[in-house]
């Protein structure tokens, strides 16, 4: 997907662009009401819009809209190729719209509008239609028994599942946990981030005009230690699917136990590390996607390659080829200005956050390479930036910057590479690039991670499963695994007499 409009042409259409502020509750549009906050564009620091600042209530509103959905079975026992065809038609509606979504998120944080088009917009609808063509095929079982019984496994969906998403792929993200809750048939209450709630009630409201039923996808608008902690506190929601911060995560599971024992699934927080063995066969393509990895969406990606771990022989060589590639490969500018790669950190107290890291590394003696600053632009941008020089002691290779900070780590061969790469209490990816196949195997083997690439970076389809070690989270996103997750199973044994 590609566009052909200005940079002029695409500020006409975001200024002329009307959309929702309120909730999105049994079927339709809820006004905000009297509370509010404030959405700042990240790219030039002014006020977007206003958007209703949820309550309790509005979570035990959407709540018990869902449950009554599901009660009355018009969603969950449809036939699922009549589920799959509304899903279908859902996902073709998110690539009609695609112009809206592009604007939506761009605006509110400052994803370039290039990567809205070409990225997150044809990958939200890919997630929804395959989760659609999954709907009618969750098998059940029946059990080998003695004569005189009859067992059978059936499998059915959870009932309410309250969605938690990030800020930084604000409709992606929202697809990944919504199209599998949808597909085995579950209510959904979706809370998007603060920074990002926009484009999800656009979702909710082409949900229902590509059929599907009321109080089926709901969406609360508000702070997440409101109406988050509301909605994980909720005694009528049956799972939590989260993707944010470590530090949340872990209270989601905290309010799962002080309220219904609910199911929770988590996606967390990284420090991926980027492995590069001497035996590297292109240094060149190593090199593009190390920068990639960390640069790409502005670095503020839960599976960030932050860590460049760096064989001794090529550490020299690969730093100064990094250095010439990706002192210019990503350029901050006007995130709707189609050439632009690199848009602005999604806050003001997050862009701070980012360079206060760089300080840190400056203070802990890494070496700067190149940026460390941020540009002469309105905005909360930062100027791509690499370290060299670093040890996994430092602040900077432990704690994840969320950010377009790479940091140059040399290792000596395989076996300190991955005690390195294991050092750290994430462990959502990591990637090693190497031409013996004994030494990638061991690397997938011993490396504490759910996601292993091997002479790539960031690849994968649908059926890849998404999701960490340790700190980094539980669960999986995308793949039959995280269709199933959302369903529970029943077991009948019959006695036949």
Not at 316 to 341: C, H, M, Q, V, W
Not at 362 to 377: Q, S
Request: a negative charge.
């Amino acid at each position: 997907m590609t566009t052909a409009l200005t940079t002029s042409e695409w500020h006409a259409r975001a200024k002329a662009l009307r959309y929702a502020t309120g909730h999105f509750i049994d079927g339709d549009h809820v006004a905000p009401g009297k509370a509010l906050f404030p959405v700042i564009n990240p790219a030039t620091g002014e006020r977007l819009c206003e958007v209703a600042a949820g309550t309790a209530a509005d979570i035990d509103r959407a709540v018990a809209s869902g449950r009554r959905a599901f009660a009355n079975g018009s969603w969950r026992r449809m036939a699922p190729r009549d589920r799959m065809a509304i899903l279908c038609k859902f996902a073709d509606l998110i690539e009609a719209n695609a112009e809206r979504f592009a604007i939506l998120d761009t605006l509110v944080m400052g994803k370039p509008i290039s990567d809205m088009l070409n990225i997150d917009i044809p990958s939200a609808a890919l997630t929804f239609k395959y989760f659609a063509e999954l709907s009618d095929k969750m098998d059940g079982s029946v059990t080998a028994t003695a004569s005189d019984a009859f067992h059978y496994i059936l499998r059915e969906p959870l009932g309410v599942v309250g969605c938690i998403v990030p800020w930084n792929y604000p409709l992606l993200m929202a697809s990944w946990k919504v199209a599998p809750a949808l597909a085995a048939g579950n209510s959904v209450v979706l809370k998007p981030a603060e920074q990002s709630p926009l484009s999800a009630l656009l979702m909710a409201e082409l949900f229902s005009e590509a059929g599907g039923p009321p109080g089926v996808f709901n969406v609360v608008n508000g702070m997440g230690e409101t109406v988050g902690s509301a909605l994980a506190l909720h005694p009528n929601v049956n799972k939590i699917a989260f993707t944010g911060s470590t530090e949340v995560g872990k209270l989601m599971l905290v309010y799962a136990g002080q309220s219904n024992m609910k199911r929770v699934s988590l996606e967390c927080g990284g420090k991926s590390p980027q492995i590069f063995l001497r035996d590297l066969a292109d240094m060149d393509r190593a090199v593009t996607y190390a920068i990639n990895g960390i640069f790409g969406n502005m670095g503020e990606v839960c599976n960030a390659g932050s860590r460049l771990l760096i064989d001794k022989p090529i550490a020299g060589e690969f730093i100064e080829r990094f250095i010439a590639k990706g002192k210019t490969a990503y350029r901050p500018g006007d995130p709707l200005d189609p050439s632009t790669n690199m848009g602005p950190m999604v806050t003001a107290s997050h862009c701070a956050r980012v360079v206060d890291y760089i300080g840190r590394g400056k203070k802990d003696g890494a070496r700067l390479e190149f940026g460390g600053d941020t540009p002469n632009l309105p905005g909360n941008f930062v100027n791509p930036t690499l370290f060299s020089g670093v040890n996994n002691r430092m602040t900077i290779a432990q704690e994840e910057i969320f950010g377009p900070v790479a940091a140059a780590i040399e290792v000596d061969g395989i076996e300190e590479a991955l005690a390195i790469a294991n050092d750290s209490i994430y462990g959502l990816a990591a990637s090693v690039w190497t031409e013996n196949l004994n030494t990638a195997h061991k690397a997938v083997r011993d490396l504490e991670a759910g996601v292993i690439w091997v002479n790539c970076f960031d690849h994968g389809d649908m059926t890849q499963p998404f999701g960490g070690y340790k700190q980094s989270g539980q669960g999986r996103d995308k793949c039959l695994e995280s269709l199933l997750s959302y369903t529970q199973t029943k077991s009948a044994w019959i006695h036949l007499g």
